[in-house]
């Protein structure tokens, strides 16, 4: 059993446990991590539109239910590097209001315990990290930054510069998204990414997306005082009789069950997993669940209201890498609707096979073929709010049960009709203001008719605050009930804004792992390993 005491202990290994991984690695304290996933294996299938978008290969092959009790196939990845493994790595800091209580139309987002200027200095550390590519001062939402993205944004091909030009004349102020891709377009040749075309919800093959896995656990299991164990499905959590300590973490592996201990145990399952672990652990001291004598663990779910709209045009749209182009015009309104709608970019370039599993109302005389060829493909994001009865519940057997009513959808519905306005008003060099054909609204989770399942951006369900009462974690992410547990997923957001919500939680994991750091008694490390450079 001595073997198996440590002095941390990271349950999983996506944007949050990663990177605290990576940051407590050179402490020379014993840690442990355990991901219940393995690695994706690298295959050709990585880059496979077929099994990936439609076949659904590395989704998670387990069920949920929803409220009404039936089946969810929830789209959610269990690897080494979670999420990030698949995330389109547009790496955004949420705004500086939103860590404020702004007003929406559909209710109020709440403030945060911490503010923006607490977080700076973490998301600068965070976008080094994760080699984030973008251009300050173009966004006319960004926040401060103390200092400059590490690398230039990475460039739009023609037919996404000529939009942005575009949309520029309008008078919208359209910005290059800030990707975490390792492209050097100066050097191609020796570039380790290669601006591909299956980017935005695949693995990438080549190693060359910043994801939670390369650029974090490979750098962390160098040190000799970190062990990773992969396969390692985590139960339960067992307390002492006290009540105020996690004695125990109780893991399956190789389909018999182990105990492992440490003095800290940090919870990182997503957000989602990590509730339901949390509620999972119930015992006679935390009758509600572990950390929930407020009764909040697993309430208050959001994920964004996310939708796709194509647009379809006369004129090719040739793209490979269509992620580089965003417009915050609309984040907090506009003259005509005074409450915040959200955040307009694209996803991957959608191709036939992609569109078959899910097509949208057919344009006359486009295939499907021809569709994906003359696309635009948005991606438009605005904020849901946090309900207490979105929630994540567990029924008798164990199984995660999401209850969720969408809100705040007045929001969306303006700034799609905002997009669908700003395209009216590009003016095509070859075929002028005919050239838009429509915008059609359609699921972005292809071959999945639950919208629900789409729990990419999930995040708020063990919120942090001051009050115990109605927060389960204080501003350290450390549960208010216990005395060594934390969770560093996107599990704490009190609000989400409408800004992808990956940079975030890594810089938060940043943030908490100096102060886990101190109670460590660590005082300074030295970083011997550096996150993996752009150059091969
Ligand atoms: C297709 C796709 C595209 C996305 N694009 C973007 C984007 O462009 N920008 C952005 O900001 N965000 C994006 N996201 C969201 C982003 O990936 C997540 O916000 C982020 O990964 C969440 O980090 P996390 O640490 O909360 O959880 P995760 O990254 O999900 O990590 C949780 C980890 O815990 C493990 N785990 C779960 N339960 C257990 C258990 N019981 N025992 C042991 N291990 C467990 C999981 O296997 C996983 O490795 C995208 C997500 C998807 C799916
Ligand atoms: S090569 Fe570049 S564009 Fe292609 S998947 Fe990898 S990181 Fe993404």
Sequence with gaps: ????????????????????????????????????????????????????????????????????????????NYYVGGNTKFYGAALFRLRKEDFGELRHHGGISPAWPISYDDLESYYTQAENLYQVHGNRGEDPTEPPANSPYPWPAVSHEPRIQQLSDDFARSGLRPFHVPVGVMLDEKNPRKSRCIRCNTCDGFACLVGAKSDAQVVCIDEAIKHPNVTLLTNSLVKRLETDSSGREVKSVIVERNGSLEAYSADLVIVSCGAINSAALLLRSANDKHPRGLANNSDVVGRHYMGHTNSVMMAISKCPNPTIFQKTLGVNDFYFGSKDFEYPMGHISFVGKLDAITLKAGAPAIAPNFTLDLMAKHSLDFWLTSEDLPNPNNRVTIDRDGKIVLSYTPNNLEAHERLQNKLKQAMKQTNCSMHGHECHQGLFGRNLYVGQRIPLAGVAHQNGTIRFGHDPKTSALDVNCKAHDLDNLYVVDGSFFPSSGAVNPALTIMANALRVGDHLMKRLGVSQVERTSQPVLAEV
């Design 1 to 76: 059993m001595t073997d198996n005491r440590y002095d941390v202990i990271i349950i999983g290994t996506g944007a949050g446990g990663g990177t605290l991984a990576y940051h407590l690695a050179p402490s020379g304290k014993r840690i442990l991590i355990l991901e219940r996933g393995d690695y994706v294996p690298r295959e050709k299938a990585n880059w496979d539109p077929q099994l990936v978008n439609v076949d659904g290969h590395y989704n998670a092959k387990e069920s949920w239910l929803d409220k009404d009790g039936k089946d969810l196939h929830p789209h959610t």
